[in-house]
């Protein structure tokens, strides 16, 4: 087996999230403006609340598709400028070999996932209002209680803005290191963490070491390499082969 190096750690991406965030959060915004558009005390109005919130998830494709190309150019952007830090200290052709890698099919299959995500924002609230609605007609719970719940669907939905924003930021950048690193022959990567009080655990325990591409870790009953898990701020440092 040949020597391995370490390449430096990847660049901090919080201009790409922050971007993202403000982003979808516009989303939450719309879809907490058309639930006040109506008079969710009335039962009735439900099923053309859920109407209307599934075609503004059709609507918003262009936009979605705009709003991820955006995120994902910002990021192959800044792990690219990593590698090319790193380049100088490899031969000729492994500096041709990364810049050769495969990245398009990797941001294509990226960019349909986020904008699936994206349309899911006014999809997920159009559910949860008709799942309160049933929930009406059978809890004891007063009908005032069960209306301020279904008017805190935009908060809900904004919070869920953010952890898509943070959570998809980092595996694209994720996915696109592990696409580059495999491709010059990497094998796999050190976990390393953000090193601070937020850590959790389970991270915190995976910090410096070895993990194979092809063996992504379980941590917490999720499956996924470093900075690919919800709100996961931890990153994959790849090993690569000694030239």
Do not use: P
């Given at each position: 087996m040949p020597r391995l190096k370490r390449p430096i750690a990847r660049p901090v991406f919080s201009g790409p999230e922050r971007r993202y965030v403000i982003s979808l959060r516009k989303v939450a915004d719309?879809?907490?403006t058309l639930v006040r558009g109506f008079d969710v005390t009335d039962p009735g109005v439900v099923p053309r609340l859920r109407n209307v919130l599934e075609k503004y998830a059709l609507a918003l494709e262009p936009w979605a598709e705009a709003t991820a190309a955006r995120m994902l150019a910002e990021v192959n952007q800044k792990d690219r400028q990593s590698w090319?830090?790193?380049t100088a200290q490899m031969s000729r052709q492994l500096r041709n070999?990364?810049?050769q890698a495969p990245t398009g099919?990797?941001?294509?299959?990226?960019l349909a996932e986020q904008v699936q995500l994206i349309k899911s924002l006014p999809l997920e609230a159009a559910q949860r209002i008709q799942d309160l609605t049933v929930e009406r007609l059978s809890d004891s719970r007063r009908s005032s209680e069960l209306v301020a719940e279904i008017?805190?669907?935009?908060?809900v939905t904004r919070n869920r803005a953010n952890t898509i924003a943070r959570t998809e930021t980092s595996r694209a950048a994720s996915v696109l290191t592990q696409a580059r690193a495999q491709h010059i022959g990497s094998e796999g990567y050190i976990w390393r963490t953000a090193e601070d009080s937020d850590v959790r655990p389970s991270h915190r325990r995976m910090?410096?070491?070895?993990?194979?591409?092809d063996q992504p870790p379980k941590l917490d009953n999720l499956t996924g390499h470093a900075g690919a898990l919800p709100n996961?701020?931890?990153y994959p440092e790849p090993v690569i082969p000694e030239t």
């Open positions: 719309q879809v907490l090319q830090v790193l070999e990364i810049d099919q990797t941001l294509r299959s990226l008017m805190r669907t935009g908060e910090n410096g070491r070895f993990v194979r591409w996961c701020r931890c």
